[in-house]
């Protein structure tokens, strides 16, 4: 059963970096880019980036650029999106999902707050 | 950016009814548009893909259409389980983007 699995909440404060996880089970991890969407509590999906599970060369949101890095693991299926300069705009839930063009197995979500 | 544009941005239905969201794109994309269903608290859920391909396991009651700027999403027979929020999301030009998203909510 393909599944994908976040790390846990986190709480952060301003200016301080996040973190999050993503464990691939189910399918070759290889075979399929992973891409990163987050939601501010109230609002819609916000495309963040993907990463390829083979070639590890990401793209990235410009929004984002100089402040996230995608990265994969590939002896552990796992991908991982940290971001950087936390503002208390950057509180939200951070999801990843398999594939690039049409995501379709999401993880529950993780969600960072940033509070001082 | 692209920008996706959804209207309504909420509908009232009854269960039972034809339900149409639309989506409209600033720019052509063909036929690379998507449409994800979210559940309050939950992560979304991919419904149909490439503008009218069902994803498996997705009732046929769900089906889509369009090309270019203007697409439509319609369940043709709105059941309990429905209410929720749809996005439409085009990943034609990077940065993929998503519409504001439509909350169906029960009448």
């Known amino acids: 059963q393909v599944q994908m699995v976040q790390s846990g909440s986190e709480v952060k404060k301003p200016g301080a970096s996040v973190k999050v996880s993503c464990k691939a089970f189910g399918y070759i991890f290889t075979t399929y880019h992973i891409t990163w969407v987050r939601q501010a509590p109230g609002q819609g999906l916000e495309w963040m980036g993907c990463i390829g599970g083979y070639s590890g060369k990401a793209n990235y949101e410009p929004k984002f650029e100089g402040r996230v890095t995608m990265t994969t693991e590939t002896s552990t299926s796992t991908v991982y999106m940290e971001l950087s300069s936390l503002t208390s705009d950057d509180t939200a839930v951070y999801y990843c999902a398999r594939g690039d063009t049409a995501p379709d197995v999401w993880g529950q979500g993780t969600l960072v707050t940033v509070s001082s | 950016d692209m920008q996706m544009t959804q209207s309504p941005s909420s509908l009232s239905a009854s269960v039972g009814d034809r339900v149409t969201i639309s989506c409209r794109a600033s720019q052509s994309i063909s036929r690379n548009l998507n449409w994800y269903q979210q559940k309050v608290g939950t992560a979304p859920k991919l419904l149909i893909f490439?503008?009218?391909s069902l994803q498996g396991g997705v009732p046929s009651r769900f089906s889509g259409s369009g090309s270019g700027t203007d697409f439509t999403l319609t369940i043709s027979s709105l059941q309990p389980e429905d209410f929720a929020t749809y996005y439409c999301h085009q990943t034609d030009t990077t940065p993929w983007t998503f519409g504001q998203g439509t909350k169906v909510e029960i009448k």
């Open positions: 490439a503008t009218s």
